[in-house]
């Protein structure tokens, strides 16, 4: 298998653009990758596009990404589809570096892309539970809620029914939070110090949907969601597109322009019917990420996790290996994931504070790791990056993620 190398990358601006159109972020994304890879579209090989939420808001189905790419000028190619739920821009860089690793093509384009924007918020929240099984979703909630009670954990405070008022996604971390929190001694308040950090790290992004700070004891007054969850520790509602340029090593000799990364390893998996305290998906997939890239979680310089919720962001910082279990609290409250800190985490500010258009967060994540590599993150840079990985799940079946990828690039 061949070396894969990511040439190019470009994001939007993250956040609510009630004028921006599916077609016009995607439009902008690709042209930034392009431009900072150095080449034009009709030099692409192929592309994998990922969007979960067009076809449900307009009826776009089937052929999203042949739509969206050939207003750019990138058709004839092999135009590839990507649906994973919230993992589906990585799983599109995914298949983009299988390819190329396997020599299929040369150059492709991996493109994430989301309007989430609604004026029906019922609708919205709605279209979200499609990343559970549609036909079992009440049943799932309970179970989990019933696990939740047989471990001395209380049914959150009830802020309205899910799917009408928020997203069910956030009743079912917050069931895991509050498990973590009987098992461990875990504290709202070291859930705040994550959501507080992540919100300065996303007042350095100038492409983040959020460019406040937050202090803890805002983040803990605010507006609560699901217990221990208020609103600055959830993901927000936004609009935007990210996009790569994956190469062979062979092909990066042509460009002049781009500044690559090396993208040590790129593993995709899907969760299993384990039992409340059985391995984890993300325990897994790192586990064989690290294999891959013959590195250990004290090598990585810096990691995007995927926080949903500040306790996606805890529950990660243990899956990867970066702390014990139990000690994701600790691990935030001493400053270690903090800009400056031993492993920062979330530098362009995360879910939380850049935003979660659905089918380009993956994406966007690799675009905060690769600029960071590069050494152009600005006020928010990691001094001597070398290694970031990125993690980013999707959808939820039984007790964890229903796919995940998770990937490690190198500063070339």
Same mark, same amino acid.
């Given at each position: 298998?061949?070396?894969?190398y ?10 609510k653009?009630?004028?921006? $159109? ?9 042209a930034a ?6 080449l ?7 592309a994998y ?8 808001y307009?009826?776009q189905?089937? !052929? ?5 790419l050939?207003?750019?000028? %990138?058709?004839?190619?092999? %135009? ?10 990585? &799983? ?5 570096c299988q ?8 150059? !492709? ?5 989301e309007?989430? &924007? ?7 929240f ?12 009440e049943?799932?909630i309970q179970? +989990?809620?019933? !696990?939740?009670?047989e471990?001395?954990?209380p ?14 996604f956030m009743?079912?971390?917050s069931?895991?939070?509050?498990w973590?929190?009987?098992k461990?001694?875990t ?9 507080a950090?992540n ?8 492409l983040?949907q959020f460019?406040?700070? +937050?202090?803890?004891e805002?983040? +803990?007054?605010d507006?609560?969601?699901s217990?221990?969850? $208020? ?5 927000p509602?936004?609009?935007g ?12 000799k ?17 969760? $299993?019917d384990r039992p409340l305290?059985?391995e984890?998906?993300?325990?897994r997939l790192?586990r064989?990420a690290?294999?891959?890239?013959g ?7 810096l990691?995007e996790?995927?926080?949903a &919720?500040?306790?996606?962001?805890l529950?990660?910082v ?5 702390c014990p279990p139990?000690?994701g609290g600790?691990l935030?409250?001493s ?6 800190g031993r !492993?920062?985490?979330n $530098?362009?500010?995360?879910?939380e504070?850049r ?21 152009n ?16 799940g999707?959808g939820n ?8 990828? %998770?990937?490690?690039?190198e500063?070339?």
């Amino acid at each position: 298998m061949g070396e894969v190398y990511i040439a190019g990358v470009g994001m939007t601006r993250f956040g609510k653009r009630p004028e921006a $159109t599916v077609k016009g972020l995607a439009a902008e994304a690709v042209a930034a990758a392009l431009e900072d890879a150095g080449l034009g579209a009709g030099d692409l090989q192929a592309a994998y596009v990922s969007n979960t939420l067009w076809g449900m808001y307009t009826g776009q189905h089937s !052929i999203r990404g042949q739509v969206m790419l050939r207003p750019l000028g %990138i058709q004839e190619i092999p %135009i590839i589809n990507v649906e994973n739920a919230c993992a589906g821009a990585s &799983t599109a860089l995914h298949l983009a570096c299988q390819a190329v690793a396997a020599g299929a093509h040369e150059v !492709i384009l991996a493109l994430g892309t989301e309007k989430m &924007t609604h004026e029906d918020k019922k609708f919205l929240f709605q279209a979200f539970s499609c990343a559970l099984d549609v036909e079992h979703t009440e049943q799932h909630i309970q179970r +989990l809620l019933r !696990i939740g009670e047989e471990h001395g954990v209380p049914a959150p405070v009830d802020q309205g029914q899910p799917g009408q008022g928020r997203s069910v996604f956030m009743d079912l971390y917050s069931v895991m939070a509050r498990w973590h929190m009987a098992k461990f001694g875990t504290t709202q308040r070291q859930l705040a110090v994550i959501a507080a950090k992540n919100h300065y790290h996303g007042s350095l992004n100038p492409l983040a949907q959020f460019q406040h700070t +937050l202090s803890i004891e805002q983040v +803990l007054a605010d507006h609560p969601v699901s217990y221990p969850l $208020t609103r600055p520790m959830c993901a927000p509602i936004g609009d935007g597109a990210a996009a790569a340029v994956v190469c062979s090593a062979d092909y990066l000799k042509r460009l002049n322009r781009a500044r690559p990364v090396r993208v040590r390893a790129s593993v995709l998996g899907s969760g $299993t019917d384990r039992p409340l305290e059985g391995e984890d998906i993300g325990e897994r997939l790192a586990r064989l990420a690290y294999q891959l890239a013959g590195v250990g979680p004290g090598d990585i310089s810096l990691a995007e996790l995927h926080d949903a &919720t500040a306790y996606g962001e805890l529950h990660q910082v243990e899956a990867m290996g970066f702390c014990p279990p139990g000690e994701g609290g600790p691990l935030a409250e001493s400053g270690a994931t903090r800009l400056g800190g031993r !492993i920062p985490v979330n $530098t362009s500010g995360g879910l939380e504070a850049r935003g979660h258009p659905i089918g380009a967060s993956g994406l966007a994540q690799v675009y905060e790791l690769v600029t960071q590599l590069r050494g152009n993150a600005g006020d928010r840079q990691v001094e001597g990056a070398r290694l970031g990985l990125a993690e980013n799940g999707g959808g939820n079946l039984g007790l964890e993620e229903a796919a995940m990828c %998770i990937h490690i690039l190198e500063r070339n």
